[in-house]
């Protein structure tokens, strides 16, 4: 890309597309260049990288100090999402070399076998080729979405929020640097430097440079990608995660798993929103849980035979049983039976995640195949639906979709397969 | 869907949202049944219809024949498609019988495995959902995608060319019967039984009802449909195969591979559209070759090296190494090595097949790890990419795309994979 086509101000004669399509050919050229890279090449980047933003603590401070001072007044949440700090610094470089330490995923050969025919046929994974990754204020996001695209052998094109940009820039530059000492291209990582909103227009349009989009952030920026993209999207809209006791589950099992389900942390997608209570076991689970509930602060609301239980439980309406509260708050429905349970989840649910805390096999095999949701969980907290919990080491994001990915987004998600032949000089007859 | 929504003719007051909304909504529900029949209901119902098809050959083929007299004065190749006899109705029953034959993706669990928390992680495979196929006018398709995506859990919606819609109608006749006697819902395979072109519109923006569109036809239709669907599409363009005839390859194997690669058929996506010859081998490889492809009658179009050593090779042109000639004609350029090879493909090429003959081990590596194309082949023919010779069984098509299906899309490329999570109690701490 050429200093001139970049920008890190707006105006009114800004060419968007003329920006990306610069940014766009050097990031398919360096893509060509990072499917080739070696496993070593890739992590000694990921080191050096790492060293450098440990290395440019000041710098990057310094510039973050710059950005939190013009987002004064704004969300104190935001700004807290905004903020780096030491040991936040020091987080961003562990969270590379973690990376680094994650095997290559790229040219593994999978299930090779003879067909009769005497080829030998088989699955080489390989890189996706250019990744962009739209996200919002926090600047860590820079370095681990770098990084997990870097790993899988692909081109990155970052465009943080605009309030970090000049944190973004900071850490850009370690990036670029560390690509830069282990011989990659430094285009293979490219951070958008200007807060012109028309770039984003031009990114989700550019589908001859960009592969696959990921959006990270609130429901307005996914809904934008999700109506703008011209390439394939991995998004994840909303989590209203359920966990459904079911009549023959362990009361001390229930209690845990609902407990830790919803209060281990409020603001996260995978937190239980609904709990589903089968009506035979609703009277031996429910009073003690709707106690540690209010104990931990949490509002309830309720179907008419969860209020009659507790006063305390208000009256859920409609909406309730299609909420994401992200606070603590949850809804309580008692049901009949499984089958109750999952044509509730079917209907109000976001197949995200949804868990069953049963002792009866036959139950949990159901719920288990039939629950279609990207995590589907037995006797399990939906807090364990994360791409460090089930050992991806990182994760791009959550998806809801169905199509190539589903669930956390680690490493695996951001390459595809080839069919691989092998023969002996043989011919088809 | 009722009978109502449904039309046979064309008309100006044909609403085509409405007509698609009532397919989409039949098929959304079915689908949800689809996901939890059982394998041996699914078998049932392909073997079913199988023996529909067979004890209905007469009413099939004088609708086929109504069809074929309907296209009297159209193109001889395009009728010999549409043409159905005894022969090819036995194929589409056959074709069935193989499917259900098929292992059952769905419910396969892989990769369970402990983490260091206690809880176990794993994947199970699920159906996609609702698969849309538009295809032209070959009417053994309208048997073949339904069983696929019957197998594989989903619920489909076919639309098949408007030449072919009596036979279709016949043969969707057969399916509705096999799906109802299994148990399963008539609705989970619906053919669009109208003419009327604004229906294909319809169903490409019919994203909350279709979960994937595939095409399979002409690059117009293709075309058409990556520029309107409005959901993910499973599709290829072009087949711009080539083959490298390596320094080191064995000279028996490069004339059997680059002869078959062309030969064996033309019209074929796998076919070879380009030979490339590396330079210190041409003058040992080439002679042989070029006078067997004119004993073919294929004609030949050569870099000027190529021209040089027979005057049969025509000059070609800069276009040559783009087209895919479906048709007894090949271009042939002699480069020097393998690097020159690997530019000249992804230069030119369209990832879907290509092959390299070699006996030096390291230039096959790396022709298998860099050449990024959905099948990588090694002494072996081009002609060897497709479902059966992969061991898929059958195909839905084949993918030229990196995201989430690539190359022969068989039954797993029309399903996902959720994650799922065994826990005893086990809590995010």
Same mark, same amino acid.
């Given at each position: 890309?050429?200093?001139?086509?970049?920008?890190?101000?707006?105006?009114?004669?800004?060419?968007?597309?003329?920006? +990306?399509?610069?940014?766009?050919?050097?990031?398919?050229?360096?893509?060509?260049?990072?499917?080739?890279?070696?496993?070593?090449?890739?992590?000694?980047?990921?080191?050096?990288?790492?060293?450098?933003? #440990?290395?440019?603590?000041?710098? +990057?401070?310094?510039?973050?100090?710059?950005?939190?001072?013009?987002?004064?007044?704004?969300?104190?949440? =935001?700004?807290?999402?905004?903020?780096?700090?030491?040991? @936040?610094?020091?987080? !961003?470089?562990?969270?590379?070399?973690? +990376?680094?330490?994650?095997?290559?995923?790229?040219?593994?050969?999978?299930?090779?076998?003879?067909?009769?025919?005497?080829?030998?046929?088989?699955?080489?994974?390989?890189?996706?080729?250019?990744?962009?990754?739209?996200?919002?204020?926090?600047?860590?996001?820079?370095?681990?979405?770098?990084?997990?695209?870097?790993?899988?052998?692909?081109?990155?094109?970052?465009?943080?929020?605009?309030?970090?940009?000049?944190?973004?820039?900071?850490?850009?530059?370690?990036?670029?640097?560390?690509?830069?000492?282990?011989?990659?291209?430094?285009?293979?990582?490219?951070?958008?430097?200007?807060? *012109?909103?028309?770039?984003?227009?031009?990114?989700?349009?550019?589908?001859?440079?960009?592969?696959?989009?990921?959006?990270?952030?609130?429901?307005?920026?996914?809904?934008?990608?999700?109506?703008?993209?011209? !390439?394939?999207?991995?998004?994840?809209?909303?989590?209203?995660? /359920?966990? =459904?006791? #079911? #009549? /023959?589950? *362990?009361?001390?099992?229930? =209690?845990?798993?609902?407990?830790?389900?919803?209060?281990? @942390?409020?603001?996260?997608?995978?937190? !239980?929103?609904?709990?589903?209570?089968?009506?035979?076991?609703?009277?031996?689970?429910?009073?003690?849980?709707? /106690?540690?509930?209010?104990?931990?602060?949490?509002?309830?609301?309720?179907?008419?035979?969860?209020?009659?239980?507790?006063?305390?439980?208000?009256?859920?309406? #409609?909406?309730?049983?299609?909420?994401?509260?992200?606070?603590?708050?949850?809804?309580?429905?008692?049901?009949?039976?499984?089958?109750?349970?999952?044509? /509730?989840? @079917?209907?109000?649910?976001?197949?995200?995640?949804?868990?069953?805390?049963?002792?009866?096999?036959?139950?949990?095999?159901?719920?288990?195949?039939?629950?279609?949701?990207?995590?589907? !969980?037995?006797?399990?907290?939906?807090?364990?639906?994360?791409? =460090?919990?089930?050992?991806?080491?990182?994760?791009?994001?959550?998806?809801?979709?169905?199509?190539?990915?589903?669930?956390?987004?680690?490493?695996?998600?951001?390459?595809?397969?080839?069919?691989?032949?092998?023969?002996?000089?043989?011919?088809?007859?």
């Amino acid at each position: 890309m050429s200093e001139s086509a970049k920008t890190l101000t707006s105006s009114a004669e800004f060419d968007s597309t003329a920006y +990306i399509d610069a940014i766009g050919e050097a990031a398919r050229t360096s893509a060509a260049a990072m499917a080739r890279a070696s496993t070593s090449e890739k992590n000694a980047a990921l080191i050096g990288i790492a060293r450098k933003i #440990e290395n440019s603590r000041e710098a +990057i401070l310094s510039a973050n100090a710059e950005d939190v001072a013009n987002a004064a007044g704004l969300d104190k949440a =935001f700004v807290d999402r905004l903020l780096l700090d030491e040991k @936040r610094i020091s987080a !961003m470089a562990e969270g590379l070399r973690i +990376i680094a330490e994650l095997a290559d995923p790229i040219g593994e050969t999978t299930e090779l076998c003879y067909r009769p025919t005497g080829i030998q046929i088989g699955k080489m994974r390989v890189p996706l080729g250019v990744v962009g990754v739209i996200y919002e204020s926090r600047p860590n996001v820079t370095a681990d979405a770098a990084a997990l695209c870097l790993k899988a052998g692909n081109s990155a094109i970052l465009r943080g929020g605009s309030e970090a940009l000049l944190s973004n820039a900071a850490i850009a530059k370690c990036i670029r640097a560390g690509l830069d000492e282990a011989g990659l291209p430094q285009a293979a990582v490219q951070v958008l430097d200007t807060i *012109d909103r028309s770039a984003v227009g031009a990114l989700l349009r550019a589908h001859e440079w960009v592969d696959v989009i990921v959006p990270r952030g609130g429901k307005s920026l996914i809904r934008r990608v999700m109506d703008e993209a011209k !390439m394939p999207v991995i998004k994840h809209l909303d989590g209203v995660c /359920h966990v =459904f006791i #079911e #009549e /023959h589950a *362990d009361l001390k099992k229930a =209690f845990d798993v609902a407990v830790n389900s919803k209060t281990q @942390r409020y603001g996260t997608c995978n937190t !239980m929103e609904t709990l589903l209570v089968a009506d035979p076991i609703s009277a031996a689970v429910l009073p003690s849980l709707i /106690h540690a509930y209010c104990e931990a602060g949490v509002e309830l609301r309720g179907c008419p035979a969860t209020c009659a239980i507790d006063s305390r439980v208000n009256p859920a309406a #409609e909406e309730d049983w299609f909420e994401e509260y992200l606070a603590p708050i949850l809804a309580i429905r008692i049901v009949d039976d499984l089958d109750d349970a999952i044509d /509730h989840i @079917r209907r109000y649910g976001s197949q995200h995640t949804d868990s069953i805390v049963t002792e009866d096999l036959g139950a949990g095999r159901r719920f288990l195949s039939e629950v279609d949701s990207s995590s589907v !969980m037995l006797n399990a907290s939906t807090r364990f639906a994360d791409g =460090f919990e089930y050992g991806l080491g990182a994760e791009i994001g959550i998806s809801t979709d169905k199509f190539h990915a589903r669930g956390p987004v680690g490493l695996t998600g951001l390459t595809s397969q080839k069919w691989i032949v092998i023969g002996d000089g043989h011919v088809r007859t």
